[in-house]
């Protein structure tokens, strides 16, 4: 079996639970030596027992200083992917200035950083791929109550395209994967703080005409074909991954 990922450095945000730790051991199954990166420290440790090429490293994205010294610690990287977010979930009337503000700051703002601090080893080497996880509420379609994150996550669909045209020229490959409404720990737990679940779960599956949920690792299988050669040929292009919801 060939490793697509073979030798390859890996920073991935988020790795704490869903599409972000499905990346990380997806990655580490590709032959990467991956960074696996999470707020909560100890959500990773079953990861990191599970693969010996995966480090866990404490970061909350929305703290400049900590993301600095992350990424001084990790050293240079071939691949960062950023999965860490966050929902709001409510139309703009129902949206607060901090509710707001969080939106962009940990959907947004957090990508700003990890690029920042990635792209001058990757320009340095004159390679380097970044995927961007953002959703299909974007600017890909409206989605309902989800003014503020659909917001943030179109200020990143933008943002991505902005490093790929700047960076082309580089080596450096810059996508997005807007997954479609998947199955993840986060989703579980806004499904069951609703007062009707069942009929809340329904709701969700009822968005994709395949009649399911997506799943953490289909998304992963996504990511691994953006950071591959695979995808060489590839860059600023959204690979939207939803079960027909966007049709």
Request: glycine letters at 10%; charged letters at 20%; proline letters at 2%.
């Amino acid at each position: 079996m060939v490793e697509r990922l073979a030798g390859k450095r890996a920073l991935v945000t988020g790795a704490g639970q869903g599409i972000g730790r499905a990346v990380a051991a997806a990655f580490a199954e590709e032959g990467a030596i991956v960074a696996a990166t999470s707020r909560t420290r100890e959500k990773m440790d079953a990861l990191v027992s599970a693969h010996e090429t995966i480090t866990a490293l404490e970061m909350d994205v929305t703290d400049a200083d900590a993301v600095k010294a992350v990424f001084e610690q990790a050293g240079p990287v071939d691949i960062l992917v950023n999965c860490a977010g966050w929902v709001h979930n409510g139309t703009i009337l129902e949206c607060d200035e901090e509710g707001w503000a969080r939106s962009l700051d940990q959907n947004a703002t957090a990508c700003f950083r990890t690029m920042k601090a990635a792209l001058p080893g990757m320009l340095a080497r004159g390679s380097g791929a970044i995927v961007n996880v953002a959703s299909v509420a974007s600017s890909v379609t409206g989605v309902a109550n989800r003014a503020a994150y659909g917001a943030s996550k179109a200020a990143l669909v933008g943002l991505s395209k902005a490093v790929a045209r700047d960076f082309i020229g580089k080596g450096i490959r810059c996508n997005v994967l807007a997954p479609g409404t998947t199955q993840s720990p986060s989703l579980t737990e806004r499904i069951e703080a609703t007062d009707d679940p069942d009929a809340t779960r329904a709701a969700f599956i009822a968005r994709q005409p395949m009649g399911r949920l997506g799943t953490i690792e289909e998304m992963a299988a996504a990511c691994v074909y953006l950071a591959s050669e695979e995808s060489a040929f590839m860059t600023g292009t959204v690979l939207v991954v939803d079960g027909g919801q966007t049709l």
